[in-house]
């Protein structure tokens, strides 16, 4: 009887050494899981793409631009300002001024005053991506520009649609000190559009401009209203 009952006893012991052999391996195991776990968040969190923003990998880069603008890591917002204007490759500039736009719109607005060419149209090509509504910045910012960035923002007038801006093109098309070639474009695009509420201001440009092409190029518009 009594070797019955040691027989048991030992097989209890057994039973409890074993189950706690398995608590251990569950808890070692649970205990590496999140130790992997912290080390992969921190090889992919922001603090990583950061690191990346100054990878000697144009795509490292690029990724980790995006990656930084899509998920709203504001604290990035000064390293990638100074690579949308400091970066010499247009390809990564383009991404960092998405990022930029995307994380803090008016912060990217304010780079539209960069005394580089490359980094102003890389903006105004941004925000345009962004929303096409954003053509309103561009539109205030016109009569300080000067007539190439000027032509530029007709391009983006003209895609959006003349006929909204039909009231900005008279105006511009008036302006007798203002850029010959910028004239004649925004005359141009009021061809394709109902100019019935300014045909007066046409023919006030027909008969008093001082430039012959200005004033036949006005005569064109009237003429193409009255053909319709």
């Known amino acids: 009887m009594d070797r019955i009952r040691d027989f048991f006893k030992t097989l209890e012991n057994r039973k409890a050494l074993f ?22 968040s921190r090889a992919t969190g922001p603090r990583a793409y950061m690191k990346q923003l100054h990878s000697s990998s144009p795509q490292e880069k690029k990724y980790a631009l995006y990656t930084l603008g899509q998920t709203g890591v504001k604290s990035a917002i000064p390293e990638i300002e100074q690579i949308v204007k400091e970066e010499p490759d247009v390809e990564i500039k383009r991404v960092a001024a998405w990022s930029l736009g995307t994380l803090d719109k008016e912060k990217l607005i304010a780079v539209l005053d960069s005394p580089q060419k490359e980094v102003k149209y890389i903006v105004m090509e941004t925000l345009m991506k962004l929303d096409k509504k954003n053509i309103g910045f561009l539109v205030e910012r016109f009569p300080g520009e000067d007539a190439e960035t000027k032509q530029k923002i007709l ?69 193409g209203k009255n053909r319709k």
């Not at 189950?19 to 808890?27: G, K, M, S, T, Y």
């Not at 509420?197 to 036949?216: Q, T």
Request: aromatic share 10%; hydrophobic share 45%; net charge negative.
């Open 155 to 223: 391009s983006y007038m003209e895609s959006a649609g003349p006929s909204v801006f039909h009231e900005e093109l008279i105006r511009i098309a008036e302006k007798n000190d203002e850029d010959r070639d910028v004239r004649k474009r925004c005359l141009e695009m009021l061809k394709t559009i109902d100019i019935s509420d300014i045909e007066n201001r046409l023919w006030n440009l027909y008969y008093n401009d001082a430039d012959e092409e200005i004033k036949k190029i006005a005569y064109d518009v009237i003429q």
């Open 19 to 40: 189950i706690w052999i398995c608590a251990a391996v569950i808890l070692l195991s649970l205990l590496r899981f999140s130790l992997w776990a912290t080390r992969k």
